[in-house]
């Protein structure tokens, strides 16, 4: 249920970013969705790939300071207000979204998105107790 | 165990004549032999007979850096070339280097002084003296090399650089004994850590560490890192090269200076006025029993204290406290004082940050601006913006709480930050370049 994410530092300074996927592609490793959150010095890239052991393996060997989170996919109805629903239910519950991004299946009608919690376990919780289907992770490393 | 009982722990009513005598022989030399000193003596209306207690040191003018750079090459030597056997040179990152000549007879005293800093540092005949300060101009190298011949210890003339080997000749030839500067035995433990080598379980037990101030904090860090005792070691070129004074491993506490071959004093670097012991000023040294090149009143820049409490070591010799920073590595950032060594403490006493940093100082306007860079290692990083930020606004905060002066942190990837062989590069000043 559960997904790995790989989190990444990088300095603001050009070519950082084009390093560390070229390091990914040089391994045969897939990237399936990502997220790049920013600040005027440095940056967070995030990364759900097929194969995290892996990625954070050739990673650290090329010296990247790297890290490894639990997350969660959800999938949401690609329509108006499917998202609020979602929310609504972790607010009701206490539970903090830390981060989220999305993006969209390649088939069908809809949208996935990570969820990063401050309590992933209690959000799994909440969501099942409301009817929210959880992704298992394969479904998203296999996008 | 001493090396040198005789002398290293003669009774301070012995001691004190002692230094006297020689006092009065070097101010007649210079005087005699050094026009230099001969214009500046008669220019404060004092001769060399005037020193007649050791009180009358006082009265003496300082010799500046800037005395032997004006003196350049050979100015200040008080004996002819003849009979200097070796020239060194300071590093002299700005202009031209200072530089010292020895006679026979000091190059002998400094192995003696040497051989007593690592006995002190309880080296030896057994170690095996690894010896990684750079052989060259540099005193460091051979100063401790020509040191550890004496105790009869074998020493590996390692030099600086070429990490990789250095690691494997510390394993396969088992040396117990580090001598290198503070920052390099960190940068051997990280290196030491990627070839997947434990260098805990290495021989190694006691690392003499000298040629830049560093932390209590860094101490501790490479006492746990390397499995060692970390020493520390006092001297500059100028005056000597190292073993002007060394820490003793049974009290850890304070430098003995050698006595009998130096006179120690600790003065308000502002107005030069001779400050009680105990209290926090520039340390000025005069050498009396050089040859090649005497100095009187030498002014190191060195920011201490001096005190003369006996020490559990049995030695007589007054201590220096840890250096605090050298008065030109001191930086004003609007006005205030900054020592490198104080943003070192502030990043220490915080959890997980490596000690590897580096202060970039501009002038935008007319303000000056300080940047303290900062590497992010797996333990600090984290996925979350707010726990990185909180990172920077908690050093942020500590050095403004600390040093009372704001600067900006940024945070940047490992080993981005150069790694030094030899002295630590610490701060990058471009508001020189603009003036």
Known sequence: MKVEQISIFIENK????AEITGVLGENGINIRALSLADTSDFGILRLIVDDSKKALNVLREQRFTVSITD???????????????ILKILDNNNVNVEYMYAFVERSGDNAVIIFRFDDIDEAILALSNNGIKILPSVRITSI | MIWNDDFETLPREALEPLQLKRLQQTVEKVYAAVPFYRDSFDKHGIKPADIKSLNDLQRLPFTLKQDMRDSYPY?????????????????????KPTVVGYTRRDINNWTELMARSFVAAGTTRGDIIHNAYGYGLFTGGLGAHYGAERVGASVIPM???????????????????????????????????????????????????GAEPWSENMRQEIESKLNIKAIDIYGLSEILGPGVGIECIEAQ????????????????????????DGEKGELVITTVTKEGIPLIRYRTRDITRLFREPCICGRT????????????????????????????????????????????????GNLDTLEVQVEVNEQTFSDEIK?????????????????????????????????????????????????
């Open chain 2, 253 to 276: 506490n304070g430098l003995h200076i050698w006595e009998d071959h130096f006179i120690p004093e600790i003065i308000n670097p502002e107005t030069g006025e001779v400050l009680p």
């Open chain 1, 71 to 85: 997350v969660i996919g959800i999938e949401v109805s690609d329509s108006p207000g499917g998202l609020t629903a």
């Open chain 2, 75 to 95: 100015g200040l030597f008080a004996v002819p070339l003849e009979q200097i056997v070796r020239i060194h040179a300071s590093s002299g990152t700005t202009g």
């Open chain 2, 387 to 435: 726990i990185l930020q909180g990172l920077s606004n908690k050093i942020r905060k500590d050095i403004k709480d600390l040093l009372g002066v704001t600067c900006k942190i940024r945070l940047v990837e490992p080993k981005t930050i150069t790694r030094s062989e030899g002295k630590a590069k610490r701060v990058i000043d471009n508001r020189q370049k603009e003036s």
């Open chain 1, 14 to 17: 050009s070519g950082r970013l």
């Open chain 2, 159 to 209: 030099s600086g650089g070429n990490t990789k080997k250095q690691l494997m000749i510390m394993q396969d030839f088992g040396s117990t004994v580090l001598t290198c500067t503070p920052s390099y035995s960190l940068y051997l433990a990280e290196v030491a850590a990627e070839e997947g080598i434990d260098i805990r379980k290495l021989k190694l037990k006691v690392g003499i560490f």
């Open chain 2, 317 to 364: 010799h007054a201590r220096i406290e840890r250096l605090s920073g050298r008065s030109d590595d001191m930086l004003i950032i609007r006005g205030v004082n900054v020592f490198p060594s104080q943003i070192e403490s502030v990043l220490f006493n915080i959890d997980g940050v490596e000690p590897h940093y580096q202060l970039l100082v501009e002038r935008d």
